[in-house]
Structure formats: structure tokens, C-alpha cells
């Protein structure tokens, strides 16, 4: 245990960071400019100022990528990171539950405890990103309560076994079950059980994917999915994978751990569970949401799912932010540009949810 000197001292020291961050980000955009330096355009593309700002805030405080730590600590320090963009966002309630025997919290919006709507709202049923192997509640508490609030719906946010401890398929199953309870619970959770979504970001992406497919062939109720740059074959074999592995946050070395450590030896990375694109598509598979980032390695296999989706017939909306990078949906408390797109991608749940309905 740290001595309590040295926690006030982190403590303080996260403050100040916070501070600087979100200072430097509420600047003009042409005073951003300036800090940032030339643009930086790629594949047809333009880097968002803020973000190219802040990637060579990192630079030059040299702050290292959790993949460079021993796993305990790399997923302190992601923690960490998240926080600094995180911001203080408001919510109705929170409250933390078991969902079987994993963590989880359930977010209500003001809308329901305000009392102004009595009827069962729409659930969406959240799994975190992190490669497998980081990620938890906290990490993905700001976007789930923005999720929630602006969408108008309770947002179940459910943990999974992380790797290396726990490799392929713990993350999977523990994903199934996860969406098998809420299904079971919904109306106890005050939710419509024919308006349930499923949905992630990265690799939270990839299980809401997988659960998806086995709800349609199960014939589990679900209204929609949405996948946030969602990870969807583990071969990785894109052009972007290579275009955009280093400089952008999510590195070919941080992707090349988490596949080792998720994967045993021997796994097939084409199997349907790991790698959502190379499954057989069953009928009924619930309209979806496929978001992505253009300066993100993982954008071209995302676009290719959601491609293969709409070919067999799903209802499929596909929406690139291009001045993008991996790991934008957390990006809720400083900036302007991540902000309005995950507020953006926050509007289409909530319209996709007012009016669909399983029959």
C-alpha cells in the first residue's frame, strides 16, 4: 500500500494534468493550431487540432503506452488516461450490481428520475474496450453516463474476465451470459425488453458483435447494435492496420500484445467467435450502428463488417469520423470535435431505440 504522502501527491499531480488538459483544449482553435504545428493529413484525411495537439502533449511529457508496463500496472495507467478526458458528466442515478457473478452498474437517465417518463425505457447493454486485456467500469463510466443521459436510455455496463489471466473464450461467454441475464431481468431493471441494444468500443465493439450473432440465432430479443470501431478479425490484414500503427495512440505493439495475451497458443484467429467478420451471418440479425475513426488501424476491418452486414441484407448505417483516432468515445470532458461525435453517436441510439421495437 502507498504511503499517504505519496497518494495526496499523485492525487494533486492528476489534478493539475486535468487542468492543463482541459485549459489547453478550450483554446481558439487558431492558438491550437499554432501549438499543434502543421496539420497532419493522411489517406485523404485531416487530423483533428485538439487531437493533434494533445497526441504531442503526450510526446513531449513522454508518456509512456500501458502495453510498455507490466499488465497490472498498464491498466492503472489507461485508467489513468481516461480520467484526465473523462470530465464530470452528469446522470440521473448510477448504481453498482452483480450481473452472475461479474461487476456491472446500471446508469438511469434524469428523464426517468425526474418521474416525467413512467413506462420502461430502451436498455443498451455496454461492454468495455481495452484489448482484453484493460478496461472496467471506470474506464468507461463517462461514456456510459453520456450514452445514457443523451439517449434517454439505461445503459447496462457489464465486465468480462481480462486476459492474460483469463484468455479466449472467457471475454466471449462472459458476454453471452452478461446479455442472457439482462434479457431474463429486463423489465426488473425497468427496461422494455422489445427495445434492448447491445454495444461496445474496440473490443467491447467485437463481443457486442458476437452477442449480436448468437442473439439472432438464440432468438434473444434485441433491437440494435452498436459497435464503436469495433475490432472484427483478429487477422488484422488491412490497410489501415499498417497506415495508422504508430503515432495515433493504438500501436501495432499495443494490438500485437493483445492478441498474444487474449489468444492461447494455437488459436485460430478466423474463428467466429474471436473475429465476428469470417462467422456465418444468421437471419434476423438486429440493425446496426458501426462507427469508426479515420486515423485508427482497426477503421478498415470495422467498415469491412459493416460492409458484409449490409450485403446480407442487415440495416446498416456506417459513419467514419474521419479527424479521428482509437479510443475518441471516452473523450467526453475536454475538447470539442470527440465530444460532438460521441454526442452524435449517442443521437442515433437514441432515435434507433424510439422506434424500433421487436415484433
Given amino acids: 500500500m502507498s504511503h499517504p504522502l505519496m497518494r495526496r501527491v499523485t492525487g494533486a499531480r492528476a489534478v493539475l494534468e486535468k487542468a492543463l488538459l482541459r485549459g489547453v483544449l478550450a483554446l481558439p482553435d487558431g492558438v491550437q493550431r499554432r501549438l499543434a504545428g502543421a496539420p497532419v493529413r493522411l489517406d485523404g484525411q485531416q487530423l483533428a487540432t485538439e487531437t493533434q495537439l494533445t497526441l504531442r502533449l503526450q510526446r513531449l511529457a513522454r508518456v509512456p503506452g500501458a502495453e510498455t508496463m507490466p499488465v497490472l500496472e498498464g491498466r492503472r495507467a489507461m485508467l489513468h488516461h481516461t480520467r484526465l478526458v473523462a470530465g464530470r458528466q452528469p446522470i440521473g442515478a448510477v448504481r453498482d450490481l452483480r450481473v452472475g457473478d461479474r461487476p456491472s452498474r446500471l446508469y438511469t437517465p434524469s428523464v426517468a428520475e425526474e418521474g416525467a417518463q413512467r413506462q420502461p425505457l430502451p436498455l443498451l447493454v455496454f461492454f468495455h474496450g481495452g484489448g482484453f486485456m484493460y478496461g472496467d467500469l471506470d474506464s468507461h463510466d463517462a461514456p456510459c453516463r453520456v450514452l445514457a443521459e443523451r439517449a434517454g436510455v439505461r445503459v447496462l455496463a457489464v465486465t468480462y474476465r481480462l486476459a492474460p489471466e483469463s484468455p479466449f473464450p472467457a471475454a466471449y461467454d462472459d458476454a453471452l451470459a452478461a446479455y442472457a441475464w439482462a434479457v431474463e431481468h429486463a423489465e426488473s431493471l425497468g427496461c422494455d425488453p422489445t427495445r434492448m441494444a447491445v454495444g461496445g468500443d474496440s473490443a467491447g465493439g467485437n463481443l457486442a458483435a458476437g452477442v449480436a450473432l448468437e442473439a439472432a440465432r438464440r432468438g434473444w430479443p434485441l433491437a440494435f447494435q452498436l459497435l464503436v470501431y469495433p475490432m472484427t478479425d483478429a487477422e488484422h490484414d488491412t490497410r489501415s492496420y499498417t497506415m495508422f ?115
Fill in 245 to 359: 500503427d504508430e503515432g495515433f495512440y493504438l500501436t501495432r505493439d499495443f494490438m500485437r500484445l493483445a492478441t498474444d495475451s487474449y489468444n492461447p497458443p494455437g488459436q485460430d484467429l478466423r474463428d467466429p467467435r474471436l473475429s465476428p467478420f469470417h462467422a456465418e451471418l444468421p437471419a434476423g440479425l438486429a440493425p446496426a450502428y458501426v462507427a469508426t475513426a479515420g486515423f485508427d488501424p482497426l477503421r478498415d476491418e470495422g467498415e469491412a463488417y459493416a460492409r458484409r452486414l449490409s450485403e446480407a441484407g442487415v440495416d446498416v448505417t456506417l459513419q467514419r469520423f474521419p479527424d479521428q483516432i482509437h479510443g475518441f468515445l471516452q473523450i467526453v470532458g475536454v475538447g470539442r470535435r470527440s465530444r460532438a461525435a460521441v454526442a452524435e453517436i449517442a443521437d442515433t441510439l437514441r432515435d434507433a431505440l424510439a422506434s424500433t421495437r421487436i415484433s
